[in-house]
């Protein structure tokens, strides 16, 4: 199993600022991913972390909005840039089992709310 | 890439009454079919998963099908429980890619 930290847990943020929301884990992963949860609704993949390369994004999400970092294999920070009300939602962070199971686990969630 | 679609949206149901759930997925390539349980507030949790090798798993009172030819997967909570009450997500993915979620189901077990 894997024991993810994230971090911030929750935070309130004007409209046009920046948020990074951390994610650690205990032991060291190929990849990882962030999710975004909107309120209500199902968990849509934003990004898979690589480390050592740029992270790929999917349909709908682009670089310059969601910037990733991924400096080693035990960590990555999502950015939520120049913010909007739209933006308020549950982020999260995950990664795959070591021991390939393919089992995924998550962090606690960073919700963000956007004023 | 992979579409994952649930159904239904919310299930009502009496406690000790069973619950099933439905799920479809689109990339053949798929190999991997978990489902996860969420509670308000908290991330989701694995309860159950498949893999595409086998047809069946079941886990005390939970079970999972799996029909590779018709692309489809199922969730079976039999003698439900008012602690079973939750949103419930099937996903599916290729081993070591990321999960591509359903909408989710919203089960409510009333006493």
């Known amino acids: 199993s894997a024991v993810i930290s994230q971090k911030p847990s929750r935070d309130i943020c004007q409209r046009g600022t920046s948020l990074t929301i951390q994610c650690q884990v205990d032991?060291?992963?190929?990849?990882m991913f962030w999710y975004r949860q909107q309120p209500g609704q199902s968990l849509t993949l934003i990004a898979t972390a690589n480390q050592g390369s740029e992270a790929t994004y999917e349909s709908g999400f682009v670089i310059d909005k969601f910037p990733i970092s991924r400096p080693n294999l035990t960590f990555s920070t999502l950015t939520v840039s120049n913010m909007s009300p739209e933006d308020s939602s549950i982020y999260l962070c995950s990664v795959l089992d070591r021991g390939g199971n393919t089992e995924a686990f998550f962090g606690q969630g960073t919700r963000l709310t956007v004023v | 890439g992979e579409n994952v679609e649930q159904h239904p949206s919310t299930l009502s149901v009496q406690e000790g009454d069973s619950a099933v759930i439905k799920c479809t997925y689109s990339?053949?390539?798929?190999?991997?079919f978990p489902w996860y349980k969420q509670e308000l507030g908290k991330r989701p949790q694995l309860i159950i998963d498949?893999?595409?090798?086998?047809g069946e798993k079941k886990d005390q009172r939970i079970a999972v099908t799996l029909n590779k030819t018709a692309k489809h997967f199922s969730l079976h909570i039999t003698e439900t429980q008012p602690e079973d009450s939750a949103v419930y997500f099937c996903?599916?993915?290729?081993?070591?890619?990321?999960?591509?979620f359903g909408k989710g189901t919203t089960l409510s077990v009333s006493s």
């Open positions: 498949i893999r595409s090798n086998v």
């Open positions: 996903a599916a993915s290729q081993a070591g890619t990321a999960l591509i």
């Open positions: 032991s060291q992963v190929t990849m």
């Open positions: 990339d053949s390539a798929s190999n991997y």
